[in-house]
């Protein structure tokens, strides 16, 4: 066995720079003019974009429309069988996709399959999302995608997640959004609210005799004067702007500022936080904003003289202004801010800078919120599942633990296997499509080139499941409990044969002593897919379809005439020959043998008579991995052991095992 993982780790270094040389060249050089018709047929010439050499900058003259930017280049796309594919999209100014073309895959799931179509398709319909909105949470109503592949799911969730991650990334380095990482302003919110209403929810600062309240040597008739009041807040929001300057007027406003402005209205009585001078001089000297280290003053090119508030129960002022705020000044409208009333000179009293502070209401504020991995959300989706899955393996690993007792009620164990194994063929693979394949160790091994993202192992959560459990129990036990109990493929073929021996049909086997050499087939077959891998992952996928899996289990035989032949035919020999396919062709089983080489106990008993002179255990072994003759006579071959445990069955059988028959009759001759 030492030979086969000497050639896989050889392959493996001398292939460690093949694995990505199909898709090369700069971004310029795989998108086509056409291409770029197809996203943007206004376009007049396109540059590469001077923040990131990854992106192409499309422009109508001189003006920016779009981008164009690659699946491949953003965040080195995979399939779920760690292979490459490059999705081009087409980005919109405005954040939603203008179009995503797949250009390159050798999903194998697809390959020399018509509803490849489907997956080509499913990426075409991603068209005209809008990337500033996030992934949804999973909910009924609420898909995490747009639609996707059936019985291609890995596939679709796997390139949707690209296009997103890709056009955010995209987005992010050309400054589509620079305030992503930050609280945000729920701009869109709409509310019909009375002056009242605004001042309680602290959408309006409303102060009335607020100059009186700052002196403190003021005498006790000097305070019932009234002597001002004023009412500042951001005007920017929908929930108040519709409700001071109502709809059309805040509109009209919002939409002569540059998108990323914003603006304050200020209301007065009494004293002019304008004064009279601001014509003149094009600049107001009695206020100005501060927001941490941001001092803001104001130009009259920032004004905007209203009439009035429209609120309902509104007071009158004498000024009402709007003032914009540029957005070079960085001001953050989700932060408290305060409006400055600078070296104040009222009715004859010196008055220090007057303080008036705004805190936005958190009802406005639009939190930021980690993104979750897009595994997190198929999960959620699938949780049933999970619960389902969880329970049946918690179940086949208390008939592990308690094998010894259950062994001893043959009847009981045997409907209890065949239960266990319709299950696994009729809900985990032809129900859930969550059948392991080649392709599942192939991501184990080319880690070291494609990377260790936990992201498409997760990405289909029974498969993921199902992989841990194999790979824990494979270190433990051994090959047998995956495809003795768990594969849905291996299923069918033992179901298959048990009606057959039913039916009366007799089994007919190989001789042994050609068992070893027959063996080593599988083992071939997996070294050469491995291998070839490296080179060509087409080349690959074609070899993989040696294992009948996506025909039989997966696409339910609705496939083209070949496959199904070939996956008929080896289900016809199960009924005639245990297991066949598993015993001397199938890779994957290959694979997790190699894995329970380093199994750590086999927790099957035997007795120093199983061999010799006994060999009941090797005539009962239904796919012959006790050996009757040779150095490993009465031995469980472990790597060959589909743990069935139709040995020890036999172990505790007290008609039936020679050495407690013997025991018997000795105990009946003494008494």
Same mark, same amino acid.
């Given at each position: 066995?030492?030979?086969?993982?000497?050639?896989?780790?050889?392959?493996?270094? @001398?292939?460690?720079?093949?694995?990505?040389?199909?898709?090369?060249?700069?971004?310029?050089?795989?998108?086509?003019?056409?291409?770029?018709?197809?996203?943007?047929?206004?376009?007049?010439?396109?540059?590469?974009?001077?923040?990131?050499?990854?992106?192409?900058?499309?422009?109508?003259?001189?003006?920016?429309?779009?981008?164009?930017?690659?699946?491949?280049?953003?965040?080195?796309?995979?399939?779920?069988?760690?292979?490459?594919?490059?999705?081009?999209?087409?980005?919109?100014?405005?954040?939603?996709?203008?179009?995503?073309?797949?250009?390159?895959?050798?999903?194998?799931?697809?390959?020399? /399959?018509?509803?490849?179509?489907?997956?080509?398709?499913?990426?075409?319909?991603?068209?005209?999302?809008?990337?500033?909105?996030?992934?949804?949470?999973?909910?009924?109503?609420?898909?995490?995608?747009?639609?996707?592949?059936?019985?291609?799911?890995?596939?679709?969730?796997?390139?949707?997640?690209?296009?997103?991650?890709?056009?955010?990334?995209?987005?992010?380095?050309?400054? @589509?959004?620079?305030?992503?990482?930050?609280?945000?302003?729920?701009?869109?919110?709409?509310?019909?609210?009375?002056?009242?209403?605004?001042?309680?929810?602290?959408?309006?600062?409303?102060?009335?005799?607020?100059?009186?309240?700052?002196?403190?040597?003021?005498?006790?008739?000097?305070?019932?004067?009234?002597?001002?009041?004023?009412?500042?807040?951001?005007?920017?929001?929908?929930?108040?702007?519709?409700?001071?300057?109502?709809?059309?007027?805040?509109?009209?406003?919002?939409?002569?500022?540059?998108?990323? /402005?914003?603006?304050?209205?200020?209301?007065?009585?009494?004293?002019?936080?304008?004064?009279?001078?601001?014509?003149?001089?094009?600049?107001?000297?009695?206020?100005?904003?501060?927001?941490?280290?941001?001092?803001?003053?104001?130009?009259?090119?920032?004004?905007?003289?209203?009439?009035?508030?429209?609120?309902?129960?509104?007071?009158?002022?004498?000024?009402?202004? !709007?003032?914009?705020?540029?957005?070079?000044?960085?001001?953050?409208?989700?932060?408290?801010?305060?409006?400055?009333?600078?070296?104040?000179?009222?009715?004859?009293?010196?008055?220090?800078?007057?303080?008036?502070?705004?805190?936005?209401?958190?009802?406005?504020? !639009?939190?930021?919120?980690?993104?979750?991995?897009?595994?997190?959300?198929?999960?959620?989706?699938?949780?049933?599942?999970?619960?389902?899955?969880?329970?049946?393996?918690?179940?086949?690993?208390?008939?592990?633990?308690?094998?010894?007792?259950?062994?001893?009620?043959?009847?009981?164990?045997?409907?209890?296997?065949?239960?266990?194994?319709?299950?696994?063929?009729?809900?985990?693979?032809?129900?859930?499509?969550?059948?392991?394949?080649?392709?599942?160790?192939?991501?184990? !091994?080319?880690?070291?080139?494609?990377?260790?993202?936990?992201?498409?192992?997760?990405?289909?959560?029974?498969?993921?499941?199902?992989?841990?459990?194999?790979?824990?129990?494979?270190? !433990?036990?051994?090959?047998?409990?995956?495809?003795?109990?768990?594969?849905?493929?291996?299923?069918?073929?033992?179901?298959?044969?048990?009606?057959?021996?039913?039916?009366?049909?007799?089994?007919?086997?190989?001789?042994?002593?050609?068992?070893?050499?027959?063996?080593?087939?599988?083992?071939?077959?997996?070294?050469?897919?491995?291998?070839?891998?490296?080179?060509?992952?087409?080349?690959?996928?074609?070899?993989?379809?040696?294992?009948?899996?996506?025909?039989?289990?997966?696409?339910?035989?609705?496939?083209?005439?070949?496959?199904?032949?070939?996956?008929?035919?080896?289900?016809?020999?199960?009924?005639?020959?245990?297991?066949?396919?598993?015993?001397?062709?199938?890779?994957?089983?290959?694979?997790?043998?190699?894995?329970?080489?380093?199994?750590?106990?086999?927790?099957?008993?035997?007795?120093?008579?199983?061999?010799?002179?006994?060999?009941?255990?090797?005539?009962?072994?239904?796919?012959?991995?006790?050996?009757?003759?040779?150095?490993?006579?009465?031995?469980?071959?472990?790597?060959?052991?589909?743990?069935?445990? /139709?040995?020890?069955?036999?172990?505790?059988?007290?008609?039936?095992?020679?050495? @407690?028959?013997?025991?018997?009759?000795?105990?009946?001759?003494?008494?």
């Amino acid at each position: 066995m030492k030979k086969y993982l000497v050639i896989i780790l050889s392959i493996l270094v @001398l292939s460690i720079n093949l694995g990505y040389a199909q898709i090369t060249g700069s971004i310029n050089d795989r998108v086509s003019s056409i291409l770029i018709t197809e996203y943007f047929p206004d376009y007049t010439k396109v540059k590469i974009n001077n923040n990131d050499s990854r992106i192409i900058e499309v422009l109508n003259n001189q003006t920016t429309i779009g981008y164009i930017y690659s699946t491949w280049d953003m965040v080195k796309s995979l399939g779920y069988d760690r292979s490459p594919y490059e999705i081009i999209i087409g980005l919109n100014t405005s954040g939603t996709i203008a179009g995503a073309k797949l250009t390159y895959h050798n999903e194998p799931l697809f390959e020399h /399959d018509v509803s490849e179509e489907d997956l080509l398709k499913y990426v075409q319909r991603t068209k005209d999302i809008n990337i500033a909105n996030g992934m949804a949470k999973s909910s009924t109503d609420k898909p995490i995608r747009p639609d996707t592949v059936h019985r291609g799911t890995i596939s679709s969730n796997l390139m949707h997640q690209a296009i997103f991650q890709s056009s955010r990334n995209a987005a992010l380095s050309i400054g @589509l959004y620079d305030n992503q990482n930050t609280n945000r302003l729920n701009y869109l919110k709409e509310q019909n609210l009375n002056w009242n209403q605004l001042v309680k929810n602290n959408y309006i600062t409303y102060k009335r005799n607020y100059i009186s309240e700052s002196l403190k040597d003021y005498s006790k008739k000097n305070e019932t004067t009234k002597y001002s009041e004023i009412a500042i807040t951001l005007i920017t929001p929908r929930s108040i702007g519709y409700n001071i300057l109502k709809k059309n007027r805040h509109d009209k406003y919002m939409a002569s500022l540059n998108s990323k /402005d914003q603006a304050i209205l200020i209301a007065g009585n009494g004293y002019s936080f304008k004064g009279d001078k601001w014509r003149s001089s094009k600049k107001f000297e009695r206020i100005r904003l501060v927001q941490g280290e941001i001092i803001i003053k104001f130009n009259a090119s920032d004004h905007t003289r209203i009439s009035k508030i429209q609120s309902k129960n509104s007071p009158i002022f004498k000024e009402v202004s !709007i003032f914009k705020i540029d957005y070079k000044y960085k001001f953050d409208p989700t932060k408290a801010w305060y409006l400055e009333l600078l070296d104040i000179n009222y009715q004859g009293k010196n008055i220090k800078n007057i303080i008036i502070p705004y805190f936005i209401n958190e009802e406005l504020i !639009i939190k930021k919120v980690k993104e979750l991995p897009m595994w997190i959300n198929v999960w959620l989706e699938s949780k049933f599942r999970i619960i389902l899955l969880s329970f049946a393996l918690l179940v086949l690993s208390l008939i592990t633990i308690f094998q010894d007792k259950i062994s001893k009620y043959r009847k009981t164990f045997k409907y209890i296997r065949i239960s266990y194994l319709s299950f696994t063929l009729i809900w985990i693979g032809w129900y859930t499509g969550a059948q392991l394949s080649i392709f599942n160790i192939l991501s184990i !091994i080319r880690i070291p080139i494609t990377g260790a993202d936990l992201n498409y192992f997760l990405i289909d959560p029974l498969i993921f499941i199902i992989l841990a459990f194999t790979i824990i129990s494979a270190l !433990i036990l051994g090959r047998g409990l995956f495809c003795g109990w768990l594969c849905p493929f291996g299923a069918l073929q033992e179901l298959i044969g048990w009606i057959a021996k039913n039916l009366g049909i007799k089994k007919r086997e190989i001789p042994e002593k050609y068992y070893t050499k027959l063996w080593t087939i599988k083992y071939f077959i997996l070294v050469t897919i491995i291998g070839t891998s490296f080179i060509s992952m087409e080349t690959a996928s074609t070899l993989a379809e040696v294992e009948p899996f996506k025909t039989a289990i997966m696409r339910h035989f609705n496939r083209g005439i070949p496959y199904v032949s070939y996956a008929i035919v080896l289900l016809c020999l199960s009924a005639f020959m245990e297991r066949g396919f598993c015993r001397f062709v199938c890779p994957l089983g290959a694979g997790i043998a190699i894995i329970g080489k380093l199994r750590i106990t086999d927790n099957l008993k035997r007795r120093q008579e199983c061999g010799s002179p006994c060999n009941l255990c090797s005539t009962s072994c239904p796919v012959n991995a006790i050996p009757s003759e040779g150095k490993d006579k009465g031995k469980i071959i472990m790597s060959e052991c589909f743990r069935c445990l /139709d040995c020890q069955l036999e172990y505790v059988d007290t008609k039936r095992c020679p050495p @407690l028959v013997n025991i018997q009759k000795l105990k009946i001759k003494i008494a």
